[in-house]
């Protein structure tokens, strides 16, 4: 890693970070956001309508979606208060980011190879709990490295790693999936992941804790309790709740809206289209109003993106043809770079335990890990409701619903007294 100019002793928490240093902190997000950008909206979709009908598949991909965000639900806080209370001499971090990042591995080589639905069903879930594992301890290097007054701008790096890492994702998606032909895009994802996170274990540096000063019967108390005492650490949680209900709407059901709705023959190679029009507006727009929000605060621009996502899902539920589409898809993806540039750095802003941010951040994280449990099954649901009517006035309802959802998310970010 001194090869890359940085050494982990250059590192110190009172000291601004320089560019090449903020990058390396969130490196690993490109490779975990390649993960799940285009895994579960369009590998997954094509894998299952391999080895699936046309109509069972939809099911199976909900199922498959709100089982994996329960696990990781469940997996985000725990991993993260055990990350917190590590007192091995590898760090507190490390452990658990390497560990998840193998079983990571393990889970998408298993997809890579099923043949039938228990096996992808198998591969999928250990993946999503490793990428639970290791997005729990990763989480933290934030307020662990960055200096308070660069939390804007270290989010905004974040939101760009992971953006990049999507926009990747699908086109890779686009180029390498065909019917029957997934694997490969799997393989590639081992790669990364790989690569991220040896670069993150070996480039940051990661101090262990004394156990003794971390009492655990007194963390696992706290770990249920102790946050939602702090009214502002609610207010963020919702704010975020109804932000990631609107994306992972669209996220899961965008291959068979562009499919069914959109009437695109190649279906795989339309919703990668989409998907990655949004991701580089959302690059453009990630660093730029990270590094604003230390000036000029966090909840102006929140409020902004949410209503820009709103008008945006709103479009896509009335208004279907290829060109309007993806022109939607572009002005989401602005309102997502900004949104996703500043939320981290909201969420750090009004932590409210100190010493445990990896915990915290990782129950801050079930504001994404519930409707990427719920917002699947609750999808499908509306989508066989208004089945009858028809796919346009199915889909119609659902991305209704997804905007209302990115509008509510503008107006309680105001709800927030401990940030700008």
Known sequence: MHALGIGTDRFAKDSELTSRQQLLVAAYW?????????????ALPSQLSDLSTDAQATGLLAVLGGTAGLITMVVQP???ALSDLSSSRWGRRRPYLVGGALVDVGGLIL???????????????L?????GVSGAAYQAYIPDQVPPQQYGEASGYLGAMSMLGTIVSFGVAAIVIAPRHVASFYLITVALIAVGA???????????????????????RALWIEPWRHPDFSWVFATRTMMMIALYTLFTFVAFYVRDVVHVTQFVQGAAALAGAATVAALVSGVI??????????????????ALMAAALFGLAFFHQLNVVLSLGIVFGLALGTYMAVDWALAVDVLPTEG???????LWGLSTNLPQATAPLIGGAVLQVFAPFGKSVSYGALFFGAAVCAGASGILVWRIQGAR
């Open 289 to 306: 109003t990270g590094w604003l929000s230390d000036r000029i605060g966090r909840k102006i621009l929140v409020s902004f993106a949410s």
């Open 30 to 42: 490109c490779a975990l956001s390649f993960h799940g950008g285009a895994l579960l909206g369009v």
């Open 127 to 131: 993946a999503s709990l490793g990428s």
């Open 356 to 362: 445990f941010a990896a915990k915290d951040l990782g």
């Open 111 to 125: 997809m890579a190879v099923a043949t039938t639905l228990p096996l992808l069903f198998i591969g999928f879930l």
């Open 78 to 80: 725990v991993a993260g």
């Open 198 to 220: 040896l670069i993150t274990a070996v480039a940051i540096p990661d101090t262990p804790v004394s156990r003794a000063a971390r009492p655990l019967e007194q963390t696992w």
